[in-house]
Structures are given as structure tokens and as C-alpha cells.
């Protein structure tokens, strides 16, 4: 079975776009077939990959308002072996124009399912805001993956968006659930770093990643060279930490798999 996790907070700067670049890369890498899906109008993910948003003719804009097929508006990076659905500017009009369209919250749901067969991940990079692309997101996944930043008010919008979360889960997707929230730039010399963590997991029991991402500057130098961490620095705090990730999420989906029978 496919996996589909949107990487969702409606804060900027999490780590969101960082965790799902780094991620998929490492997932790719231990044999996984990976589909990143750029929802930002920022287009952060894309030029993560060294792609220039400014070139993008096909994308996500084109797959969820002009019904173009999904293989003409996903790229392969051979090399990597990852494909991305990227983003454009033109994105950030897409939140008006959908707001007339009909079946508005699940065209990405519907948009991916040709797509299905050919991946076992497809990650979903949101934009920091609980918007239509957002809640699109929500409706097409299986589950989220919630990246925190290990800073004060950490836990701010968090109550918004598990709320959020539930009235999907009631309205339109019985089975989204919350597969995790992921700690990212832990300061291993800052205390408040593990207060963070602490006051996370009171109230989120059970729901943190064991992986805890460190801030690590490889991590923030990597987008500029075009590279996921596993081809900039793999031997890197950073990168050992998201290696760390993919497996700990590997395992337990086979785990899940193993109960549900797939
Ligand atoms: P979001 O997608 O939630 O807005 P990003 O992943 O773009 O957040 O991260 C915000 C900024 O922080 C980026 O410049 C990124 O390179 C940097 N960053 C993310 N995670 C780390 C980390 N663990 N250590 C250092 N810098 C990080
Ligand atoms: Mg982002």
C-alpha cells in the first residue's frame, strides 16, 4: 500500500519542506519509490532539488486546476531516484481560483490516484497556513507527519490544528490520524530545547518521533547546492538524524502493514 503523509503546521520555519526533502531522499535510498508533492506557492521543495521554479511549465498548479496527467507534471531526479510533482508561483493563485471549483477539498486526492501503483511514498510539503491547498492535503493523506520546532511557544497552533485534523477526519477522511511529530533544530547545549520536548510530549503522549532532528548548519547549506542531505553531508549530525528517521518510519510501517494484512 501507498503511503501518503502530509508534512503539515501552519507555522513557518519549522522544518516542514527541510524534513520532507530529507526524508524522501533517504527513504529513496533505502529502496523506497518516492513522489514529493510541492503545495507551497513558495516552491521551498523545489529549489531544495535544484529545480527553478521559473521554468516550471508543469506542476502542481497545472495537476490540480487543469486536469493535466500526472506523469506530464511530475519530474525524475535519475540520480537521486526521486520523482517531485515541483511548484511555481502560479500556485498562489490556485487558493482563489479553487474556491469556485466543485469537489474543492479532494481534487488532490483524486488528481493522485492514477498515480498510486508506481510509489510506496508520496510525501506532501504544505504551506504554513491551515488554507484549501492545506486542507487538500489533509483530505488526500493517509496520515500527518507534524514537524515542531524545538523553540518557544512551540506548541502554539498545535490545539488549532489537531482540531483541524479531527473535523477532517469526521467530515471527509475517516482514517487521517497523526503518525507523528517530529522534533527539528534541537539545541543540544539549550535547555529550553528539552523543556520544549518535555511539554510536547504531555500533551501529544505517545505521539513523538524517538528521532529528534538537531539544528545543524549542513542542514540549511544543503538547499543551496540543490541536494537533499544525503548527497551534501551524509556523515553530517543532520543527516544521520533524517537517515535515523526514514528508518524508524520504515519499520513502523511495516509494522502497521504487517497488522492491516497488506
Ligand atoms: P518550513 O517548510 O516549515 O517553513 P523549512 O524546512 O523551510 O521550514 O526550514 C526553515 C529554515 O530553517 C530553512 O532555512 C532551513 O534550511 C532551516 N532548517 C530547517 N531545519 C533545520 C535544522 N535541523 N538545522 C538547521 N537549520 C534548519
Ligand atoms: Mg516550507
Given at each position: 500500500m501507498t503511503h501518503i503523509y502530509a508534512l503539515v503546521n501552519q507555522k513557518g520555519g519549522v522544518g516542514k519542506t527541510?524534513?520532507?526533502?530529507?526524508?524522501?531522499?533517504?527513504?529513496?535510498q533505502l529502496g523506497q519509490r518516492v513522489l514529493l508533492v510541492d503545495m507551497d506557492a513558495q516552491a521551498n521543495a523545489t529549489s531544495c532539488l535544484g529545480i527553478d521554479k521559473r521554468t516550471v511549465e508543469s506542476?502542481?498548479?497545472e495537476l490540480l486546476m487543469d486536469d493535466k496527467p500526472i506523469a506530464d507534471c511530475t519530474l525524475v531526479n535519475t540520480k537521486l531516484n526521486i520523482s517531485i510533482i515541483p511548484s511555481s508561483p502560479s500556485?498562489?493563485?490556485?487558493?482563489?481560483?479553487?474556491?469556485?471549483?466543485l469537489a474543492r477539498e479532494s481534487r488532490?486526492?483524486?488528481?493522485?490516484?492514477?498515480?498510486?501503483?508506481?510509489?510506496?511514498?508520496?510525501?506532501?510539503?504544505?504551506?504554513?497556513?491551515?488554507?484549501l491547498l492545506t486542507l487538500n492535503?489533509?483530505?488526500?493523506?493517509?496520515?500527518?507527519?507534524?514537524?515542531?520546532?524545538?523553540?518557544?511557544?512551540?506548541?502554539?497552533?498545535?490545539?488549532?490544528?489537531?482540531?483541524?485534523?479531527?473535523?477532517?477526519?469526521?467530515?471527509?477522511?475517516?482514517?487521517?490520524?497523526?503518525r507523528g511529530l517530529l522534533m527539528t533544530m534541537f539545541d543540544v547545549r539549550a535547555t529550553l530545547s528539552t523543556q520544549v520536548v518535555?511539554?510536547?510530549?504531555?500533551?501529544?503522549?505517545?505521539?513523538?518521533?524517538?528521532?529528534?532532528?538537531?539544528?545543524n548548519v549542513?542542514?540549511?547549506?544543503a538547499p543551496s547546492h540543490g541536494l537533499p542531505i544525503s548527497a551534501f553531508a551524509p556523515s553530517s549530525p543532520g543527516g544521520q538524524a533524517y537517515l535515523a528517521l526514514a528508518e524508524e518510519l520504515l519499520k513502523g510501517d511495516k509494522k502497521l502493514d504487517a497488522s492491516r494484512g497488506d
Open positions: 527541510t524534513t520532507t526533502i530529507n526524508l524522501g531522499a533517504y527513504l529513496a506542476g502542481i498548479y500556485l498562489s493563485g490556485a487558493e482563489v481560483e479553487l474556491v469556485n471549483e488532490l486526492k483524486t488528481r493522485l490516484k492514477p498515480a498510486l501503483k508506481q510509489f510506496d511514498y508520496i510525501l506532501l510539503d504544505c504551506p504554513p497556513a491551515l488554507s492535503a489533509l483530505v488526500a493523506a493517509e496520515a500527518v507527519i507534524i514537524p515542531v520546532q524545538c523553540e518557544y511557544l512551540a506548541l502554539e497552533g498545535l490545539g488549532q490544528l489537531a482540531q483541524t485534523i479531527n473535523r477532517v477526519r469526521s467530515a471527509m477522511n475517516t482514517h487521517l490520524h497523526i518535555e511539554e510536547v510530549r504531555k500533551h501529544f503522549p505517545g505521539k513523538i518521533f524517538h528521532t529528534i532532528i538537531p539544528r549542513r542542514l540549511a547549506e
